[in-house]
Structures are given as C-alpha cells and as structure tokens.
C-alpha cells in the first residue's frame, strides 16, 4: 500500500476570490501544502493580508488584484501569475455573492450583476487559465466553488441558484473537452458556511470584530436545519480542495463534492422542536 501523496510542492494556484472566507481559506490550505498561490480578489488590503499569512507559513505568494467579472483584468492577472511563476496549475473559481430579493423586485442591472459575478468570473477566469495549462502540458486541475442552490430550487436567490446549476454543468462539460490534456475539472458544493460575507463583513479588510453574530434562536434552526448540526467552517471547503487538486484525486473530474454537512441528502427534511426529522420541523 502506497502512502497517499496530498502534497502541493511545486504547483501553482490560482484562487479568485481568494481574499475572505473559503477562497482565502483554500488558499491558506494549499500554501500549507506546499503550494505556491495567487490571490486574485477586487479588494487589495484582502489579497495583501492573505499574502502575509502565507508568508508567515514559509510559503510564496502574489497579490493580483482584479474583478473576476472583467475579462481584461483577469487576463492581465493570468499573465501577471503566469510571469511570476511560469506557470499555473490549479484554478479554483470561487467568486461569486448573492443578497437575496424576490425575482420580480429586481431591476435588470441587479440580476445582471449577479451574472456576471457568479458565472461571467467562471467563464471568464477558465477562458484565461485554459490555454496556460494546455501549453505548460502538465495536466492540471480547474476547481469550481459552486452552491447547493445550484441543485435544489432557491427563492429569493433564483438568479445565483441558476447560475450555480450552471457552474455544475460547465463543471461536468469542461471534464469531457479537457480530458484528453489532462486537466481535470470538479466543483463542491458548500451550503451554509460561516464566511465574512455571511456576517455583514462585505467591504474591506476581514474583521472579525464587526461580524454579526447570531442569536440563540437562529443557532437552534441552524442546528435542527443541518444534519451535522452545526454552520460549515470555511477550512473544510479548503481541505476538501485540497485533495481535488492533489495526486489523491487523479482519477476524479467531472465530479461535484457537497461540503454541506449533510443538506443536500437531506431534500428538506430538517429537525423539528423535538429532535425528530419532518419536512416542516414545526411539529
């Protein structure tokens, strides 16, 4: 038996998004393995922060500032990743955010917006990231941070659950057009993860100190909600990226984890005030 091989050394990352919450968990985990990272995140002090931290573990790392939804910066920043390092061997497409508000209430610029944000930055960083691994002809792996939203139906958030079930089936195409240059493509599928955007912490650096913190009441539905009982924490996402982007993953693509502590097996049945499962959780 051969011992599982999760290192990174020698790979380079490209994780946009990657200045708060899993994007910046997933590149702190790959930095713990070995690999080198580019933070890609439209907030500066966010990238600058991410990059100290991973100094501070010995590893290498670029701040590369840019919107994912705009074709020019992010080719700007592939090239920039590309000239610092020489190449570019994993992808992670984390961008993406949602504030949720009924279909009908929302103007075309709002619902444009989420677009862009959720699935232009997919179609746009891949479109860029593609041909670098094509010609460094070392394979490589394209990791997708998709939604359970993108599975299951999502009012309030109909725009960013399609454009999340859009991600999975790019996901799944992608894996059969770059088989044959061995890159393999896969996503996860978080549901409810504690992240600086779930607690108000949208702009700016990461500050902990301002988030809003939820009530006992809200813990509770939480807990009865997810069958682990508990919110996501954003190094699990990382961990599980991880392995999709290490040797212990080589025969996966195509493939789509959920790192949800159990919700999306679970098609609605949540805990009610008693303990015991129902579909309402009220009786």
Same mark, same amino acid.
């Given at each position: 038996?051969?011992? %599982? $091989?999760?290192?990174?050394?020698?790979?380079?990352?490209?994780? !946009?998004?990657?200045?708060?919450?899993?994007?910046?968990?997933?590149? +702190?985990c790959?930095?713990?393995?070995?690999?080198?990272?580019?933070?890609?995140?439209?907030?500066?002090?966010?990238?600058?922060?991410?990059?100290?931290?991973?100094?501070?573990?010995?590893?290498?790392?670029?701040?590369?500032?840019?919107?994912?939804? $705009?074709?020019?910066?992010?080719?700007?920043?592939v090239?920039?990743?590309?000239?610092?390092?020489g190449r570019?061997?994993?992808?992670?497409?984390?961008?993406?955010?949602?504030? %949720?508000?009924? *279909?009908?209430?929302?103007?075309?610029?709002?619902?444009?917006?989420?677009?862009?944000?959720?699935l232009?930055?997919?179609?746009?960083?891949?479109?860029?990231?593609?041909?670098?691994?094509?010609?460094?002809?070392?394979?490589?792996?394209?990791?997708?941070?998709?939604?359970?939203?993108? @599975?299951?139906?999502?009012?309030?958030?109909?725009?960013?659950?399609?454009?999340?079930?859009?991600?999975?089936? *790019?996901?799944?195409?992608?894996? +059969?057009?770059?088989?044959?240059?061995?890159?393999?493509?896969?996503?996860?599928?978080p549901?409810y993860?504690?992240?600086?955007?779930?607690?108000?912490?949208?702009?700016?650096?990461?500050?902990?100190?301002?988030?809003?913190? %939820?009530?006992?009441?809200?813990?509770?539905? !939480?807990?009865?909600?997810?069958?682990?009982?508990?919110?996501g924490?954003?190094?699990?996402?990382?961990?599980?990226?991880? *392995?999709?982007?290490?040797?212990m993953?080589?025969?996966?693509t195509?493939?789509t984890?959920?790192?949800?502590?159990? @919700?999306?097996? @679970?098609?609605?049945?949540?805990?009610?005030?008693?303990?015991?499962?129902?579909?309402?959780?009220e *009786?």
């Amino acid at each position: 038996m051969t011992t %599982p $091989d999760i290192s990174l050394q020698d790979k380079v990352a490209v994780i !946009t998004g990657g200045g708060a919450g899993i994007g910046r968990a997933i590149a +702190l985990c790959f930095a713990s393995v070995g690999a080198d990272v580019v933070i890609a995140d439209r907030i500066p002090e966010r990238c600058e922060e991410v990059v100290s931290r991973v100094d501070a573990l010995g590893g290498n790392a670029l701040s590369a500032p840019c919107d994912a939804s $705009d074709s020019e910066q992010v080719r700007a920043m592939v090239q920039a990743a590309r000239t610092h390092f020489g190449r570019i061997d994993i992808l992670v497409n984390n961008v993406g955010g949602v504030t %949720p508000k009924v *279909f009908k209430d929302q103007s075309e610029q709002a619902w444009r917006r989420i677009i862009d944000l959720n699935l232009i930055s997919l179609l746009a960083t891949t479109s860029a990231v593609i041909p670098q691994m094509i010609e460094g002809q070392r394979g490589g792996s394209i990791i997708n941070v998709s939604s359970i939203e993108g @599975s299951r139906a999502a009012p309030n958030y109909a725009v960013y659950g399609a454009c999340k079930a859009g991600m999975l089936n *790019f996901t799944r195409s992608m894996a +059969l057009e770059l088989a044959d240059h061995g890159i393999r493509v896969n996503a996860i599928a978080p549901d409810y993860t504690v992240t600086p955007g779930i607690r108000g912490n949208v702009k700016g650096p990461v500050d902990p100190a301002t988030w809003w913190q %939820p009530g006992a009441e809200h813990e509770a539905l !939480t807990a009865r909600r997810i069958p682990l009982g508990r919110p996501g924490v954003d190094t699990e996402c990382g961990n599980v990226a991880v *392995f999709l982007a290490s040797a212990m993953s080589d025969y996966v693509t195509g493939a789509t984890i959920p790192v949800d502590g159990g @919700s999306w097996a @679970s098609g609605g049945w949540i805990r009610n005030r008693a303990g015991e499962w129902s579909l309402t959780g009220e *009786f």
